[in-house]
């Protein structure tokens, strides 16, 4: 994982900018630099995210950090690693973009970007695998909400009429390939749920032991949400 962690900031840089919501535009390879540096002092991003210290700082000295190592011990599991909190990291900012593109195929004008010469598309697989290797270990941590209600707001997206109506199969609903960030908070959801654009959808999950997932909220640049 490190070499080929090491290796993203090269892919990323030929992405150049994209433009992605209410950050204007991202540079991936900065996006990298953003979670790895560890020569920079402490700052706050604009749009609340926030930089706690160098990674180092963040990694070795975060009290939160060491609490979840603390407790993956205890239960005879293993700690999470610099990859795994560096690729986690990267998935709370603008790089989930590219990762659920890849995952899911579409759209396109991503995809098509994370080409090589040669056509195949570089689906950063061990970005992706240690992301899910940090959820998993996360997962045995996480405690199901009271409610066992977890939510997603879709950004305005239209679903299609399959997920409405039941097939001949007696089927309805759909199947997400990607990365799924879900919240307790209902009134986060509902802020990315499309509201303001008229055609807001919220997911409302229930969720149980096997499905849990992992809650990265400490691990995250975006802390208030």
Known sequence: PSSDMKSEP??????????????DLAIAVKEYEYCTLVNEATKQHKQGRTRQGTFDEFFVSNPKISAAQERLVK???AKLIKEEVIALRLYTGP??????????????????????????????????FVICSGISKLSRLTDIPPNRLLYRGLGGMLLPDEFWKESAEG?????EYGLMS??????????????????GNLLEIQAGRIDIGASI?????YPGE
């Open 95 to 128: 790089q989930f973009v590219l990762y659920n593109a890849v995952l899911r195929g579409f759209p396109v004008s991503i995809t098509d970007l994370l080409r090589e010469e040669n056509g195949e598309l570089n689906r950063f697989e061990t970005t992706i």
């Open 10 to 23: 090269k892919v990323h840089d030929k992405l150049g900018a994209f433009a992605l919501g209410k950050i």
């Open 182 to 199: 879900t919240t307790t908070k209902r009134s986060v959801a509902v802020e990315y749920s499309g509201m303001k654009h008229k055609r």
């Open 171 to 175: 089927f309805k609903g759909g199947v």
């Open 75 to 77: 239960k005879g599991l």
């Open 217 to 221: 909220s400490f691990l995250s640049q």
